[in-house]
């Protein structure tokens, strides 16, 4: 809507909700934990507060903080992230009339149960690396977007990586090479193809589980057999082969993307006159850098034959 020739697009939410949830209902007396920070974001009909001194329209941040605990509270049952985001996504959409979409993002830390002598701990937590993200887009009509990632999978090999027959120029220093460290740290996000939330599957915990399973074929496929490996040409080569292994093993995955950035391991050679192989670089001792690093991202998703 435009008033006095000023068009308004407009937004608004809460950021970095925290909330800590567990479940004591396990026979055997174990419990369930898992930490999240909610980011909310509601597209609503309350123009009146932009162009008056009007808030009759707005659902208070603060209303939307409280619900996260509440909701929260409601979940007698353990759920995965995905479906808690989708519920409060369906909660703002559904509630309130003004509001026409609700956009839910969710950080889950990667609390871990603990092994004690062998044993998994009954209520014991440590805390993994990467975290599982989650954004869910709910109209009021139901229709939903959902994206499930990875944020921060530190991934490394020593040998197996090279880079070689690239562009070549008067600015190139860079030898080819067939032996070299890898190292990156993955963002990776894939949208499943479920339009609405009626139609998103029932079974329990479903996407926690999809959750660890592409996160599985993205690391086997970087990764390669245990006693072998598999051969990588270039970040790029890598990053195609996991996003397209993850489509071809999830069919209910639409599209994916990768971030993949090239963290650099460089060879340590260090000479004086006296000494000229102090250090001699033999695929041994590197300077481990952040950056500058190699920036590589891609989204891949099926080409369907439009017959
Ligand atoms: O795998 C790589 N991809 C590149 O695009 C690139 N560029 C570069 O300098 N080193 C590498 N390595």
Redesign the pocket.
Known sequence: MAAEGVRVEQRHGKARVRVGRVWRQGGDGSHHFVEWNVSISLLSHCLSSYHRDDNSDIVATDTMKNTVYVKAKECGDRLSVEEFAILLGNHFSSFYPQVYTAIVNIIEKPWERVCIDGKPHLHGFKLGSENHTVEATVQKSGALTLTSGVAGLALLKTTQSG?EK?VRDKYTI?PDTRERMLATEVNASWRYSYESVASIPKKELYFSEKFMEVKKVLMDTFFGPPETGVYSP???RTLYLMGSAVLRRFPDVASIHLKMP?IHFLPVNLSTKENPSMVKFKDDVYLPTDEPH?S?EATLSRITSKM
Do not use: D, E, K, T
């Open positions: 880079f690239f860079l270039s970040v790029q090239n190699g590589i």
